[in-house]
């Protein structure tokens, strides 16, 4: 007896030693993933081609998808992209309907009827159940306006070893596809946890009360048996007739919690709210792709959907020039830029930016240029950096080539800037309200670091304007001749000072009085837009960031700032 325990054990120790060397050798796991398309003809190609990109076997994937009621051309691009790459995944089950174009009871393609309701939820549970029909080991439930940049995020999603699982997904503002509460009646609730998972304050995964969009599944697990998309399903539901409410009952009915990670992200469009449509949409597509672009993600293209996309008409915003401020020897920053300008359809103009660290005080001297004997830095009590300086210079070139041309407005901009969303339409609204209220300006402020908390100003009848005060930064604002004029008129090059302080001097809204002597005509009109329209994209002492400045590599530097006083961005 003894004996036969003892080999017993032996066989067992062997065969789990066994069992972990071969599993470093087994497939991956099947996946099917299911796809709902309505109107995505202006995301699909972008949505395909992040698919297309995954890193994952594609023969152990099988693709499910469904489309109909569109008034777009989707069917004609799934058909396109699955003649050319259907036949590289496990296998394709399509259900296209070409005639449906809506429901009886549908106001608007951003309208949630009951018939649409109710559609969406039999679709989402067909496509579950064609997932445990097939022994899919996961489901992956995807929107067709997610943009998984990370080509790697199936793999990541999977090696979490959760039941139900999410990436985050990031839209352009507080948007997502996570919930952080929910009310007793099932609703949506903003709580506390929302904001820092969202902004990956910490990094992980959550608990959270409601995943959707991006939700994979493991099937191979039996509490996974029960999960529904459909309310009729469930024992006792009061909720709303919703696909992922009921889900997320079903979860918790299950006692199956759900998951954001939010180490791996990719990206969703905002909805379209009521009344909204499809040019909203297009809209809202630039907005995020100028996201994606801002945060340096790659957003890839393949190319048999190339022809699917349309680029925005070129707009030169009702200025005379932009101008972009740039390194030469910063090329990425460029890149980077253009690649966004390119999508929000601006023309831009590049200033190779002066190289402060080229620059000696024997340059300055043969320049004939002068630093004002007062200057201090007000945080690091040092003189001005030559940094400083070839930034100064690189916005001086720019107000001059106003001048020699003869412009009558242009809008300035340096390369580490990150656009609101619906940029072109806010700087379109500002410029109309200049107009209308037949203002007088100098110099508007798109983007600022505010210094003081008193009220400022507001013009009257404006909406989106108000009066600067003192502020730093220059990373973009919109200038007229006669700011141009009244700027290099003060002949700052025999008394520089740091070009974010010296806007607020000529407008007369500085603090150093003993300054001003060296600027007597300190008329400038400077307006701000107000909510602001250009952020920096990195912060002294952040990741990634890279001072041209302090070391010598930004043309520009963006002042250091305490940790509070960035919240108010
Ligand atoms: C998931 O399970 C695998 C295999 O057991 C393990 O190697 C991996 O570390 C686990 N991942 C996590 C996040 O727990
Ligand atoms: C699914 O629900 C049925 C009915 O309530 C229950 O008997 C069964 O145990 C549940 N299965 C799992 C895996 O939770
Ligand atoms: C289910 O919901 C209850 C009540 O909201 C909550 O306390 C519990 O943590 C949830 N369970 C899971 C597994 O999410
Ligand atoms: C700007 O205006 C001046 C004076 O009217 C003129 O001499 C000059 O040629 C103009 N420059 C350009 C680039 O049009
Ligand atoms: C602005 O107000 C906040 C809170 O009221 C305060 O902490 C901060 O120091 C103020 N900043 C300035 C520049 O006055
Ligand atoms: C604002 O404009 C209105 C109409 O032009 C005028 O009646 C009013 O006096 C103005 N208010 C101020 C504070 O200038
Ligand atoms: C300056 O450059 C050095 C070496 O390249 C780097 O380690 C340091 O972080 C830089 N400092 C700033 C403020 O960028």
Same mark, same amino acid.
């Given at each position: ?9 032996? *066989? ?66 799934? *058909? ?147 999960? *529904? ?47 909204? *449509? ?292």
């Amino acid at each position: 007896m003894k004996l036969i325990v003892f080999f017993v054990c032996v *066989t067992l120790i062997s065969s789990t030693v066994f069992f972990e060397v071969s599993g470093e050798n087994l497939k991956k796991p099947r996946i099917l993933i299911t796809i709902l398309v309505r109107n995505k003809a202006h995301t699909l190609p972008y949505f395909l081609s992040c698919l297309e990109q995954l890193i994952y076997p594609k023969e152990r994937i099988h693709l499910w998808i469904s489309s109909d009621n569109n008034l777009d051309n989707s069917i004609q691009i799934l *058909t396109l992209w699955l003649n050319n790459e259907g036949r590289k995944y496990h296998g394709v089950e399509v259900n296209f309907d070409l005639e449906s174009s809506g429901f009886e009871d549908e106001k608007g393609i951003a309208h949630w009827s009951a018939q649409r309701i109710f559609h969406v939820i039999n679709l989402r549970e067909k496509a579950l159940n064609a997932g445990r029909n097939i022994w899919a080991d996961f489901i992956w439930m995807l929107d067709a306006d997610v943009f998984l940049t990370n080509p790697h995020i199936l793999n990541e999603l999977i090696s979490k070893n959760e039941t139900i699982v999410a990436p985050l997904l990031k839209s352009n503002g507080l948007y997502s596809n996570f919930w952080a509460g929910m009310t007793d009646n099932l609703y949506y609730l903003r709580t506390e946890m929302y904001k820092p998972i969202l902004f990956r304050e910490t990094v992980g995964c959550f608990k959270v009360p409601m995943i959707h969009s991006a939700v994979l599944i493991d099937l191979r697990k039996h509490v996974s048996d029960n999960l *529904t998309y459909d309310p009729k399903n469930l024992k006792q539901y009061n909720g709303p007739t919703d696909d992922i409410i009921t889900f997320a009952v079903s979860a918790n009915n299950s006692d199956l919690p759900l998951f954001i990670c939010n180490d791996i992200y990719g990206y969703i469009m905002v909805p379209l709210e009521k009344e909204e *449509t499809i040019t909203e949409d297009l809209q809202k597509l630039t907005n995020i792709k100028t996201e994606i672009l801002s945060d340096n993600n790659n957003l890839p293209l393949s190319t048999h959907l190339k022809q699917f996309v349309q680029h925005p008409t070129q707009d030169k915003l009702q200025v005379d020039e932009v101008y972009m401020i740039n390194l030469f020897r910063r090329p990425e920053k460029r890149y980077r830029m253009d690649k966004i300008f390119k999508e929000l359809g601006i023309p831009v103009r590049t200033i190779n930016a002066i190289d402060g660290s080229a620059l000696t005080p024997a340059d300055l001297k043969m320049m004939r240029m002068e630093i004002m004997p007062e200057y201090v830095d007000p945080y690091h009590k040092r003189p001005m950096t030559m940094g400083e300086v070839g930034c100064f210079l690189s916005h001086y070139i720019a107000w001059n080539k106003m001048v020699e041309n003869n412009f009558t407005n242009i809008i300035v901009l340096e390369d580490d800037v990150r656009f609101e969303p619906f940029f072109i339409q806010k700087v379109n609204y500002i410029l109309k309200e200049l107009e209308d209220l037949q203002l007088e300006w100098d110099l508007i402020y798109l983007g600022r670091k505010r210094l003081t908390n008193n009220t400022e100003p507001c013009i009257n009848g404006s909406t989106y304007l108000v009066q600067a005060s003192y502020s730093y930064w220059t990373i973009g604002y919109i200038l007229s001749a006669s700011g141009a004029k009244k700027l290099i008129d003060a002949m700052p090059l025999k008394r520089l000072i740091p070009v974010d302080e010296y806007l607020p001097m000529l407008s007369d809204v500085h603090p150093r009085d003993d300054w001003k002597m060296h600027y007597p005509n300190r008329n400038l009109i400077m307006l701000s837009a107000n909510p602001l329209l250009i952020y920096p994209i990195h912060y002294i002492g952040e990741e990634g960031y890279v001072s041209d400045t302090e070391n010598s590599t930004l043309a520009c530097e963006y002042k250091a700032m305490d940790e509070s006083e960035r919240e108010d961005l």
